[in-house]
């Protein structure tokens, strides 16, 4: 007679069961019968049942019909009870799930193991995956601090009898547990608390508690479906959330079990773990599990109830002291909750740097699906993989490029010393003290910015100032312009590989990605768009090559990644936009021209959303994003932003020979270096093999120059009589960009790794040297130049003549502001007023696209000519406190101002300068406005959109836990 | 990108790109379209850039004011040097409505202006102020423009009667009992006046604290005397700034031959700004003295001094350029410039040097004689002036162009002594024009050229009287946000 009873629990299985009975028929090891539940199945599991077994007289069967509200330890419990009544009180119960089939010998295994240890009391098999029957499911679980369901294999992994060996675990799947009757009845079976998920663990971990020892014994092995896990059948009891259950189920034994002392931490660290996850969960957006998560920590923290109820059931079940040792030793370590999520950020971070880089190999493997009579291309293996097994340091020294790209960045932080610590010049204006600062110029809709302005704050505002609060405000210039270059040369090396790939199987030499890269991120140096405080610009630069690499996602063969790939896009373009609005139109036109072009070559290709829709999606972004900057700014009557380059103006005009050559006006190295690469670009479309890719990239840099023209044309009238010419900039870095990337295309046709190589005549040869040498020189001579010069231009302004007293009382209260006339009555006088630390970074483009207030003016042409105590109490109500002519000050107007009753002259250190403090104080409101509601309801769209943006432009890591 | 639909392969590539057959000739096809891009491209971009032109923004174009009626003038006459300078007399450019003005008096050398009495001024008659002290003259609304003001007694030193100011330039002050010079400020207002002085000598910037921060209280007149103040040898140059409200400043000079002979007093005229071309008319043919000069700049100046005669404006022979190193005051004899040779009709003088300088002479003799640059005065813009009976000859130079001149001189009564006399002007030369004895109202009206111009006086006399315009109207400047 077998000591071994079987306890089937099914519930509309009869997909699985046939296999399933027929496993336990053909268990080597004998069975004294098999008491089967089924809870309510539909689909006639329980007749099936009862039809298979009960053919077997050697096999008595049982079968209980219960509802579909019967949880899996109810179950059992039924199950245990009518083995006593059906006279079958075996020694050991062996648990089986209607999705589980066991090998034949799994029994044998098990009872020998048994045998082998008879303190055992809990035995499990090895849990393969059904139907692949391959894959290890479990040998043996645990749980760790958070909660995580703790195999300890590899996903997907293959057994190879790499973990066959008999050991101590925490806990067993109660598929195929094989449990002393006794010890079952002891702990009290399966706690009701956990209908489906995680009863399991809990049983284990109070088995383990108990002094019992739980054993995996993975010679026996049982195939597992793990429907109701995966979602393949739905009960009354998983419903449709089985990660809530799940969950829920985890945060329930963890808090059950637990020591009472480590309670309270155990669940603050639960819910702060929740939120952790719940982030996770929505970066890879996975929305649904997101708020599985939070309704598992509300389900369980809301009603303590049951929990201390389970709490009190397990300490009166305790007859000895609880075997903590024991538990500890079988739980996850500590530290693996760490490592798992250190692995997603790793993952996450490498798919979303990767997005991009295998579209090369993916459209050839589409193109090879399309047409697979051609062998399957091999891998040449190439100097990209050729590493010997020696030192970093040596294969550091014997790599020529290494050594380059390192001298490189070397020369760019050289070139960068003048960034090191507060920098200002040229376009850049100072920094403000904090971060706050630049928060509150994001989210006001009225700014005390001279005598007040409605203009929104300029669009990178926000990116500042999220990079200030953690580094500060000075250290992020600082990191902008000296990182600038290197992030540069990063994207552009990135961009240029997945170009070469697109062109070649084998990829550019790296000398010639170096080449391009190093000349690329050179390009915003050279133009002196560095030297020139141009930081617009110089970020510009950096993000370009990287919004160009996503853009190349649009080339995906699978429209899922291009949909993607369109919202990558758009978050860059937004951000470049952010530095460079003009570069907005720019790809607009680009997008245009390109659609139009793909239009006429592929036709039909037009009708297709997932073609067109992607790029217009990327182009819509950052007019979402971007929102409550234009969309104000246009209303203001400051739409003229929208076509300049960031920073203080007026700024030097740039006209076509400056486009070509690469230089800001004056500013920047010689200007004949430039010329050398419209040359190159020019002569790389020769080769004939990688033409079509160089008229592409002459096509991207003669779009580009086209819209220079009207930009070039027109000027954009600034406060004052200043006028500003939009923003060539963005033009400038396109057309460069681009005859790089045409140059590197040329550049490769002449290597081994052209698509078709030529063999060039002598005299050709010896004029591709040449050339070849003079570009080299490109590079060398800009880097050696900003080494050198790079930063002299970026020099500090001028004193403002305001003496320090005004400034620190300024900075203090933004009523307090100082009202600065300049110039004579001869030739005219210029008013300006400075507030708090006076003009900062993002405040220049709000005071110099505010309209002019001819009031004001009126107010302060009262005051040169024949001030009256009215015009005194003018300054005041609009928040004035001093006034300051520096030197060279007209006397007539200082000496009417001298004679004017309100004012008293006030000292300043310079002698030349004069200036007088308004006797009445002004009020905190005098510089208050309105607020607008339409801006602030586009502040709201933003701070949803960004994130929503960056999750949907994620790449997908998504997978099932095992 | 390109050999998507080619076969794949490195042999394969080869194939797509040379090989014969359908698919050569299906590429050929592509590549001749491809050629046409690729000359027509690079064009486009040429071309596009070619007209792509930014002219530099520009941030700042000078705006001239424009002119209201003034509303208030003031003239500050210094205390007569000798009993015979005579009256304050006062009077009106030609044309003005006039009206009643306000006279304040340091009565017998006092500091403070004192008294208010009211007097009638109105255009081509003449006003007498009886006071040989410090005399300040305030007009109101109608009676503001075109206020000017001298004393017409036949002496010697010739002070002029001057707005205040805020920026003024002197060189050939002197500090030591021979040579001395003394700064009267004059505050109109009632409000307090801070003056900065700051002097230079041979060897650049003189520091003197007491120099720094003059106070000169409402209504009153501060009078440093340099010897005293800060006694040193050599000649100066001033800056006088008013940091703070207004003050009129008068130079007056004495020249002590320290017991062979009396002291000579005369006034130093001041110059409003350092010229690259400064104008010195009223210097005798036969002056003897000095030339001063003073270089504000910081960099070398190289000086050429060229002799205005009823003639030409020439440079002397073998007279080298004068070297002023920034910030210094270099001297020239008089004799070197004007030898017998050169100073056939001389009229005056002319300094010219690539950087502004600040010029004037020192003439020495039977009476001392200070001259300093002149005014240009602007095409049809009356001028008047007040000046001394006796000898004078009215001197005209720096004509633009060819032009004409018209002279009209009254005396105390008011006659007309001479009515509308012409003067025809060219470049290039000075004009002497010997007025009468008697006149003491002088107006000058220039046609189709700017013209500057000085009334010298002659006989036993040596000393000039600049004509400047007289204030008419007020500059109200143009406003607008920086």
């Given amino acids: 007679m077998s000591d071994v009873s079987v306890v089937l629990v099914s519930h509309d299985g009869a997909s699985w069961l046939p296999a399933v009975l027929d496993g336990i028929r053909a268990q080597t090891a004998p069975v004294a019968g098999v008491v089967a539940v089924d809870t309510g199945s539909k689909d006639g599991s329980a007749d099936l049942i009862e039809s298979v077994l009960g053919t077997d007289p050697a096999v008595p069967v049982a079968v209980l019909r219960e509802s579909g509200r019967t949880s899996y330890p109810e179950a059992v419990a039924l199950a245990t009870d009518a083995l006593t009544e059906h006279g079958l009180a075996t020694e050991w119960i062996w648990l089986l799930h209607d999705d589980s089939n066991p090998a034949p010998d799994a029994l044998e295994h098990l009872l020998r193991a048994a045998a082998a240890r008879p303190e055992v009391d809990l035995l499990g098999p090895k849990l393969r995956e059904w139907p692949s029957l391959k894959r290890l499911l479990e040998v043996g679980v645990t749980l760790s601090g958070t909660g995580r369901r703790e195999t300890g294999l590899e996903r997907g992994e293959y057994d190879q009898g790499q973990h066959d060996e008999v050991r101590e675990v925490l806990a067993v799947n109660s598929a195929g547990l094989l449990v002393r009757r006794t010890a079952l009845e002891e702990l009290g079976g399966f706690d009701r608390h956990l209908p489906m998920f995680g009863n399991d663990v809990d049983l284990g971990w109070r088995a383990a508690a108990a002094g019992r020892t739980t054993l995996v014994v993975p010679q026996a092995v049982v195939f597992h479906a793990e429907a109701a896990h995966r979602g393949t059948r739905r009960t009354p009891l998983t419903g449709r959330h089985t990660h809530y259950q799940e969950r829920r189920a985890a945060i329930f034994t963890l808090l059950a079990n637990c020591r009472g002392a480590a309670l309270p931490f155990q669940a603050l660290r639960l819910a702060l773990g929740s939120v952790l996850r719940m982030l996770g969960f929505v970066v890879v957006r996975s929305v649904g599990e997101a708020l599985d998560e939070l309704a598992a920590v509300v389900s369980v923290y809301s009603r303590p109830g049951p929990l201390l109820e389970a709490r009190r059931q397990r300490q009166q079940r305790q007859s000895a002291p609880a075997d903590h040792a024991r538990v500890k030793r079988l739980l996850a370590p500590w530290w693996l909750p760490y490592r798992h999520g250190l692995d997603f950020v790793s993952d996450l971070a490498a798919a979303a740097t990767n997005q991009a880089a295998d579209v090369a190999e993916r459209r050839r493997a589409a193109a090879a699906d399309r047409d697979p009579s051609p062998p399957v291309a091999r891998h040449k293996p190439g100097e990209d993989e050729e590493f010997e097994d020696t030192g970093l340091v040596a294969r550091f020294l014997t790599d020529p490029v290494a050594v380059a790209l390192a001298v490189a960045a070397v020369a760019f932080v050289i070139g960068a010393r003048e960034a090191f610590g507060t920098v200002s010049g040229g376009a850049l204006s100072p920094v403000p003290e904090g971060a706050g600062d630049w928060w509150r110029l994001h989210y006001e809709s009225w700014h005390p910015t001279g005598f007040g302005s409605a203009v929104p704050a300029p669009p990178y505002v926000l990116p500042l100032a999220l990079l200030a609060s953690v580094l500060g405000t000075a250290t992020t210039m600082t990191a902008l312009l000296v990182l600038a270059a290197p992030v540069a040369l990063w994207g552009a090396w990135r961009f240029l590989r997945v170009l070469g790939r697109l062109i070649t199987r084998y990829g550019a030499p790296r000398w010639l990605l170096l080449w391009g890269s190093v000349t690329y991120a050179l390009v915003p140096l050279v133009a002196g768009a560095w030297g020139g405080g141009r930081w617009g610009v110089v970020v510009a630069a950096a993000v370009l090559p990287w919004l160009a690499h996503a853009a190349l996602g649009f080339a995906e063969p699978e429209a899922p990644r291009r949909w993607r790939a369109a919202w990558r896009t758009g978050f860059l373009l937004a951000l470049l936009t952010a530095v460079a609005p003009v570069m907005w139109w720019l790809c607009a036109i680009l997008g245009a021209v390109v659609v139009a072009a793909s239009a006429v070559v592929v036709r039909g290709a037009v009708r297709d959303r997932a073609v067109w829709g992607p790029p217009a999606t990327a182009l819509a972004v950052p007019l979402v994003l971007l929102a409550p900057w234009w969309l104000p700014a246009v209303w203001e009557g400051a739409g003229g932003a929208l076509f300049l380059d960031v920073g203080r103006w007026p700024t030097s005009s740039t006209d076509g020979l400056d486009v070509l050559v690469g230089r800001f006006g004056e500013l920047g190295a010689p200007w004949w270096l430039g010329l050398v690469l419209p040359v190159l670009a020019v002569l790389a479309l020769i080769p004939r093999p990688t033409r079509i890719g160089v008229v592409l990239c002459w096509l991207v840099a003669a779009v580009a120059s086209l819209v220079a023209v009207p930009l070039g044309l027109t000027t954009v009238d600034l406060t004052g009589a200043a006028t500003q010419q939009p923003g060539l900039g963005p033009v400038l870095l396109v057309v460069h960009g681009a005859w790089i990337s045409a140059a590197v295309l040329g550049g490769l046709a002449l290597t081994e790794r052209s698509p078709s190589p030529v063999v060039l005549p002598r005299v050709a040869q010896t004029a591709a040297a040449v050339v070849g040498v003079a570009a080299a020189l490109v590079p060398v001579a800009g880097l050696v130049w900003f080494a050198g010069w790079g930063g002299d231009e970026l020099q500090s302004h001028a004193e403002s003549g305001i003496p320090v007293y005004m400034s620190q009382q300024a900075e203090k209260a933004p009523e307090d502001g100082v009202l600065v006339i300049r110039g004579s009555v001869a030739d005219g006088l210029t008013y300006e007023v400075e507030r708090g630390d006076g003009p900062t970074v993002g405040e220049d483009e709000i005071a110099a696209l505010t309209d002019e207030d001819p009031d004001v003016t009126e107010l302060i042409g009262a005051l040169a000519t024949a001030p009256a105590p009215q015009a005194v109490a003018g300054l005041t109500d609009r928040g004035i406190r001093y006034v300051v002519q520096p030197a060279p000050a007209d006397g007539a107007v200082a000496a009417r101002l001298d004679a004017t009753a309100g004012l008293v002259r006030a000292s300043a250190e310079d002698r030349a300068t004069r200036a007088w403090q308004v006797l009445r104080e002004p009020e905190p409101a005098s510089v208050e406005g309105p607020r607008s509601w339409p801006r602030i309801a586009l502040l709201v769209l933003q701070a949803v959109a960004i994130p929503a943006v960056a999750v949907l432009g994620l790449p997908t890591i998504r997978r099932s836990r095992r | ?482």
């Fill in chain 2, 1 to 482: 990108m390109s050999d998507d639909q080619q076969p794949t392969g490195r042999r394969a590539d080869r194939v797509g790109a040379t090989g014969a057959g359908k698919r050569g000739i299906v590429q050929r096809h592509r590549i001749d379209g491809l050629v046409v891009l690729a000359m027509v491209l690079p064009t486009a971009v040429a071309a596009a850039l070619a007209v792509t032109n930014g002219d530099d923004p520009v941030p700042w174009t000078d705006a001239p004011p424009s002119a209201a009626r003034l509303t208030d003038a003031s003239l500050v006459c210094a205390a007569a040097a000798s009993s015979t300078a005579g009256d304050v007399v006062l009077s009106r450019v030609p044309g003005m409505r006039g009206g009643e003005v306000a006279v304040r008096i340091a009565k017998d050398d006092a500091d403070e202006l004192t008294g208010r009495d009211e007097v009638g001024v109105t255009s081509g008659e003449l006003t007498s102020v009886r006071s040989d002290d410090d005399v300040l003259v305030t007009g109101k609304d109608a009676a503001a423009p075109g206020l000017v003001a001298g004393r017409t007694g036949p002496a010697r030193a010739a002070a002029e009667c001057r707005a205040p100011t805020f920026d003024e330039w002197y060189v050939g002050i002197g500090a030591a009992a021979k040579q001395a010079s003394t700064i009267e400020l004059a505050n109109p207002d009632a409000g307090p006046a801070i003056v900065e002085v700051a002097l230079y000598g041979r060897h650049g910037l003189v520091e003197e604290e007491e120099l720094h921060g003059i106070r000169v209280p409402g209504h009153e007149i501060m009078r440093l005397d340099l010897s005293t103040v800060t006694p040193r040898r050599g000649t100066l140059a001033a800056h006088v700034t008013v940091v703070r409200g207004r003050v009129s400043t008068t130079v007056r000079h004495t020249n002590d031959p320290l017991g062979r002979g009396r002291p000579q007093i005369d006034f130093l005229p001041a110059q409003a700004e350092p010229s690259t071309s400064n104008l010195l008319l009223g210097v005798p043919a036969d002056g003897t003295g000095e030339v001063h000069l003073f270089n504000p700049g910081d960099d070398e100046v190289r000086a050429t001094i060229r002799v205005v005669s009823d003639s030409a404006i020439f440079t002397p022979a073998r007279l080298d350029d004068v070297v002023v190193p920034g910030g210094t005051v270099r001297q020239v004899q008089l004799s070197q410039v004007l030898t017998e040779k050169a100073s056939e009709g001389a009229l005056g003088l002319q300094v010219v040097a690539a950087q502004p300088l600040v010029a004037s002479v020192r003439l020495l003799g039977d009476d001392l004689g200070l001259v300093a640059p002149s005014t240009t005065i602007d095409d049809d813009e009356p001028v008047t002036a007040v000046v001394p009976e006796g000898p004078k000859t009215l001197v005209l130079a720096g004509a633009a162009q060819t032009g004409v001149v018209r002279v009209s001189a009254t005396d105390a009564r008011g006659r007309l002594l001479l009515d509308e006399k012409r003067v025809e002007v060219g470049a290039e030369r000075g004009h002497g024009l010997k007025l009468p004895d008697a006149a003491v109202l002088v107006t000058v009206r220039s046609r189709s050229t700017s013209i500057a111009g000085t009334v010298m006086l002659t006989g036993d006399r040596v000393g000039v009287l600049r004509l400047w315009p007289a204030e008419v109207d007020a500059d109200v400047p143009v406003v607008r946000p920086q």
